[in-house]
C-alpha cells in the first residue's frame, strides 16, 4: 500500500505536435490517397534477387546485430532498476578467530572462536516514487533503444535496395558505353574506307579514332565503380567482399518502380518514423528523472531486519539462547546540502526541455525529408522519361547522319556530334533509370517505410524486458507516457 500512494515529479504527457493535413504534392496522380505506408516497398520492384538480398541483410548485417544487442543491453538494465522495488535478502555467515587485548579496557586475555550465521534483509518504501519514475526513467531508455533498431533497420533495407540499384545502373551505363563503342567502330571503318577510296581525308579517320578511344576510356571508372558497389553490398548483407560477384555479374535491367506511390498523411509519421518515437521515447525518459531528482527534497524510508545465530560453540549455535535480531524503520531525510538537490531538479528541467525541442525538430526534419523526397521523386520521373525521347531521337539523328555522310552529302563534324549526344544521353538516361529507382527507395525511407508499427517484436528479435529474471510486458505502455511537468 505504501508503495503504490504517490509520486513527485511531473507526470509525463504525449507531445501535442501540429501536422499538415496533407502533403503539398498530393494533388500530383502520381501520388496515391491511400494511407497505408507499403510495410515491404521493396517488393513492388518484383526482383527477387534484391528480395533476397534484403532478406540476408536482416539476419547477417553486423550494424544491425549490435542494434539488437544494444536493445538487450538495455532490457537488462530495465531489469536492474525494476528490482529495486523488492526487498533485498542476503544469506551470511561468519567464523572468526579472536583475541582480546590485556592492555584494554577489561584487562582479561582470551582467545576464542565466535560462529555467527543468519539472513538480513532490507526494502525500500518508495513512497514518494523514486523508483517508480526510475522504472519509467528504464523504461522509456529500452524503448528508444528499440527505436534505434528499427532506424537501422529502415536505412539498411534502403543502403542495400540503393546499393543494389548503383550494381545494376552501372551495368547499365556499362552496356550502353560498350554499343556506343561498337557503332563507333563500324563507323571508324567507314571512314578509313572512304579515306582509302579518296572521298575522306586522313582528318575524318583521326577524329573518329579519338571519339572511340575517348568512350573506350569511360570503361575502366564504370567497372571499377561497379566492383566496388558489389562488395559494399556484400559488406551490407554481412558477407566478404567479393562473394556476390558471381551472383551479380550477369547484367540484369533496372528495375523501375511504379508508377504511383502510397503516401498517406503526414500524421502517419508520428508512428512510423523510429527517429521521431525514438525523440518522443527520450522525452519521457528525461521527464521521468525529473521525479527520479524531486524525490531527493523527501525523505527516504527503508524497512530493515536481521536474524541469526552467535556462539563459540558450535554445540551451542542453535540453541535459542544464541539468537539475535534486528528489525525496525529507518530514515534519512537530507536537511541542508547548499541547494544541491534544487538545482539537479532544474538541471533536469532543462534537459527535458531540450529534448522536447530536439522531438520537435525531429518531426520537422521528418516532415523536410518527405517533402524533398517526394518531389525528387516525382520530378525525376518526368526527366527520366525526357530523356528517354532524347535518346530515341539521337538514335534516328545517328542513323540518318552516317547514311547521308556515307554519300558525301554532309560533312563528317555532323556524324562526330551527334555521336557525342547519343552517347551522352544514353548514360544520362541509365543514370536517371537508377536515381528514379533510388528516389522511390528515399521516399519510403523518409517515410518511415519498411516495418510495421503495429508489430509489437519485429521477427528475429526479443523485445520484451526482463523483470527479475523472467520476461515480461513492458512497465510503461509505450502510448500512455511523455511532456511537460506538472508538479505534484
Same mark, same amino acid.
Given at each position: 500500500m505504501l508503495t503504490g500512494c504517490w509520486a513527485v515529479g511531473p507526470d509525463y504527457?504525449?507531445?501535442?505536435?501540429?501536422m499538415?493535413?496533407?502533403?503539398?504534392?498530393?494533388?500530383?496522380?502520381a501520388v496515391l490517397p491511400g494511407e497505408e505506408?507499403?510495410?515491404q516497398w521493396w517488393i513492388v520492384f518484383d526482383d527477387q534477387i534484391l528480395t533476397g538480398l534484403i532478406d540476408e541483410a536482416s539476419r547477417g548485417n553486423l550494424p544491425l546485430r549490435e542494434a539488437v544487442s544494444r536493445v538487450a543491453e538495455a532490457r537488462a538494465r530495465l531489469g536492474v532498476v525494476s528490482g529495486e522495488q523488492y526487498p533485498g535478502v542476503d544469506a551470511q555467515g561468519v567464523a572468526l578467530r579472536q583475541r582480546t587485548s590485556e592492555n584494554g579496557l577489561i584487562p582479561i586475555s582470551a582467545t576464542e572462536t565466535v560462529f555467527s550465521p543468519g539472513i538480513a534483509a532490507s526494502w525500500e518504501i518508495d513512497l514518494f516514487g523514486r523508483i517508480r519514475r526510475s522504472v519509467e526513467a528504464a523504461t522509456a531508455d529500452y524503448q528508444a533503444s528499440?527505436?534505434?533498431?528499427?532506424?537501422?533497420?529502415?536505412?539498411?533495407?534502403?543502403?542495400?535496395?540503393?546499393?543494389?540499384?548503383?550494381?545494376?545502373t552501372y551495368q547499365s551505363r556499362l552496356a550502353a558505353t560498350q554499343a556506343n563503342i561498337d557503332s563507333q567502330k563500324q563507323i571508324l571503318a567507314l571512314t578509313r574506307s572512304r579515306f582509302r577510296n579518296g572521298l575522306a581525308p586522313d582528318l575524318d579517320v583521326a577524329r573518329a579514332e579519338t571519339v572511340l578511344a575517348g568512350s573506350q576510356a569511360e570503361v575502366p571508372p564504370l567497372r571499377i565503380k561497379l566492383a566496388r558497389s558489389i562488395n559494399t553490398l556484400a559488406v551490407l548483407v554481412g558477407q566478404a567482399p567479393g562473394t556476390l560477384h558471381a551472383q551479380l555479374s550477369t547484367p540484369k535491367p533496372i528495375p523501375l518502380p511504379p508508377s504511383k506511390a502510397a503516401v498517406g498523411v503526414p500524421a502517419d509519421l508520428l508512428r512510423q518514423r523510429p527517429d521521431i518515437r525514438r525523440a518522443e521515447r527520450q522525452l519521457a525518459a528525461q521527464t521521468a528523472r525529473i521525479g527520479v531528482a524531486t524525490t531527493d527534497l523527501y525523505p527516504s524510508f527503508s524497512l530493515i531486519g536481521s536474524f541469526g545465530y552467535e556462539s563459540i560453540d558450535t554445540g551451542d549455535l542453535f540453541d535459542a539462547r544464541s539468537r539475535v535480531f534486528t528489525f525496525g524503520p529507518a530514515l534519512r531525510w537530507n536537511l541542508f546540502d547548499g541547494g544541491r538537490v534544487r538545482n539537479q531538479i532544474k538541471v533536469r528541467?532543462?534537459? /527535458?526541455?531540450? +529534448?522536447?525541442?530536439a522531438y520537435e525538430q525531429t518531426v520537422l526534419n521528418?516532415?523536410?525529408?518527405?517533402?524533398? /523526397?517526394?518531389? +525528387?521523386h516525382l520530378e525525376q520521373r518526368i526527366r527520366f522519361?525526357?530523356?528517354r525521347r532524347s535518346v530515341d531521337a539521337s538514335q534516328r539523328s545517328l542513323t540518318l547522319s552516317t547514311d547521308l555522310y556515307s554519300q558525301g552529302l554532309v560533312d563528317f563534324q555532323v556524324v562526330l556530334d551527334v555521336q557525342r549526344t547519343l552517347f551522352d544521353f544514353e548514360n544520362r538516361l541509365a543514370a536517371a533509370r537508377g536515381n528514379s529507382a533510388a528516389n522511390f527507395v528515399r521516399l519510403y525511407k523518409a517515410l518511415g517505410g519498411g516495418w510495421d508499427p503495429d508489430e509489437p517484436e519485429p521477427p528475429g528479435t526479443d523485445d520484451t524486458p526482463v523483470r527479475n529474471g523472467t520476461t515480461d510486458a513492458p512497465l510503461v505502455d509505450p502510448t500512455s507516457i511523455p511532456n511537460r511537468p506538472r508538479e505534484k
Open positions: 504527457e504525449q507531445p501535442d505536435h501540429e499538415p493535413s496533407a502533403w503539398h504534392a498530393r494533388s500530383d496522380p505506408i507499403i510495410k528499440n527505436e534505434d533498431r528499427i532506424d537501422v533497420l529502415i536505412t539498411l533495407y534502403a543502403e542495400v535496395a540503393m546499393t543494389y540499384l548503383d550494381v545494376r528541467e532543462a534537459i /527535458a526541455e531540450q +529534448a522536447l525541442f521528418a516532415l523536410n525529408e518527405v517533402e524533398n /523526397a517526394l518531389v +525528387a522519361e525526357a530523356l
